[in-house]
């Protein structure tokens, strides 16, 4: 079971989720990190629910062609798009208030 550790405006939540969890859904059936984690479309469209990776980027997949595109120079910085993401892994996180 992962364990999410997520950062966003001074406050830390942590939670474990089950294997192969999305953010983005989980949050979108008031599951944690509902109701910190800010998200719109759960498609790689819009890059509302982008986050900076502080621990566990090297269990992620690359990124795909949407987080590419809607991230750009911020993928170098860390950012991922947590919709893109299904977890397998533990992961910290901080996404900007
Ligand atoms: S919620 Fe729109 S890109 Fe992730």
Known sequence: MPKVVFHKAGETQTSDVPDNAN???RAGIRQFPFPYLRYQCGMGKCATCACR?????EHLPPPNWKEKKQLG???EQGYRLVCQLWLTHDLELEQEA
């Open 23 to 25: 953010l983005v859904v």
């Open 53 to 57: 990776v502080l621990a566990g980027a």
């Open 73 to 75: 120079e911020r993928l």
